[in-house]
């Protein structure tokens, strides 16, 4: 798998940069395949990453994804095997694990987009197409991005308390993946789900109301171009809260693709004041009351909910491989 030096010199080409060229010497990646996120077969990706990195001369190991989301058996080969990137090829869940767990290690994280809505992937403009996003991988431009923390557990991307973790837990108990299984769950349930009862607290300001969910974002999306965040950037230092209030369910629909196609505007606080439909803010802290355990997601992930949460964003927390800038 090309861990040989003789073999990293004598492939080079003699006119390229030295410093791509030592650049190249020091790196060493982990992939992470999670065989079963998302439709597409992993033989294809499997056989594009050894390819693709073998004719870099990079040195690689391949490991599949653990279900109970505990990366710490990796501890002692990044350390002895001078790991310098961890890619996952898999979901929001299947990263948002990995980097909880390696997170006190220097790495850069990549991804290879292989889930159900990759919205951390298309907020950082990463293709979903396998060999693209290897060559990404590559190139390894990292650059710092935010994540952020509810009740102490780590999120790279979105936190949702309501209707949308009512559906991520139908989808995470549903052996059929995809976004067309996402989309009739959405279905099924958008006609009879109820509002949650929440009280927000962010700075000096406090919302009491009641809503059918509460998106909590650092990246733009829920995931497949659906953009519930527009303005949201991962590298603001700043969290977009989305808040859907309790309203006529066909107005509820009209509010929706407002906020989904960027109609709504930020909102300078979180007042109720002229406000019927979407609450748009920006903060970096919050508290939220939830006292009728609304159930939550993290990453897309179901986890247990809680009655109070607080939520807050950790600027430039990790490094994330992305497509390099146009010039």
């Known amino acids: 798998m090309g861990f040989g030096i003789i073999a990293l010199v004598t492939s080079k080409k003699i006119n390229e940069p030295l410093s791509l060229f030592l650049r190249q010497v020091k790196r060493s990646i982990i992939y992470i395949i999670n065989p079963i996120s998302g439709t597409r077969s992993k033989t294809y990706l499997w056989k594009k990453i050894e390819e693709k990195t073998e004719r870099k001369n990079i040195p690689y190991q391949i490991f599949s994804s653990v279900s109970d989301g505990d990366y710490s058996f990796l501890h002692s080969i990044i350390q002895e095997k001078n790991i310098t990137d961890v890619v996952v ?94 989309l009739k769950l959405c279905m099924k349930n958008f006609w009879k789900m109820k509002p949650h009862p929440f009280e927000i607290q962010t700075g000096g300001d406090s919302l009491k109301t009641n809503a059918y969910f509460i998106s909590i974002a650092n990246s733009n999306q829920f995931g497949n171009h659906f953009t519930i965040a527009p303005k949201a950037s991962l590298s603001d230092g700043l969290l977009d809260i989305v808040i859907v209030l309790n309203q006529n369910k066909i107005t509820l629909i009209i509010q929706l693709l407002k906020q989904l196609v960027g109609w709504n505007k930020l909102q300078s606080t979180i007042s109720l004041q002229n406000k019927k439909g979407i609450v748009y803010f920006q903060t970096n802290k919050l508290t939220i009351r939830n006292s009728s355990f609304a159930p939550l997601h993290i990453d897309g992930e179901p986890i247990e909910t809680y009655k109070l949460l607080t939520v807050e964003i950790k600027k430039n927390y990790f490094k994330l491989i992305q497509p390099a800038l146009p010039q």
């Open 89 to 182: 090829a898999g979901g929001d869940g299947t990263l948002s694990q990995v980097v909880a767990s390696l997170k006190n290690f220097n790495l850069n994280f990549g991804i290879i987009p292989c889930g159900s809505g990759n919205g951390l992937a298309l907020a950082a403009k990463i293709s979903t197409n396998f060999s693209k996003a290897i060559d990404t991988v590559l190139t390894n431009n990292a650059s710092f991005i935010d994540a952020f923390f509810v009740n102490n557990q780590f999120a790279c991307m979105l936190c949702g308390l309501g209707f949308d973790a009512k559906i991520a837990k139908d989808f995470a108990g549903n052996p059929n993946r995809g976004l067309m299984t996402y």
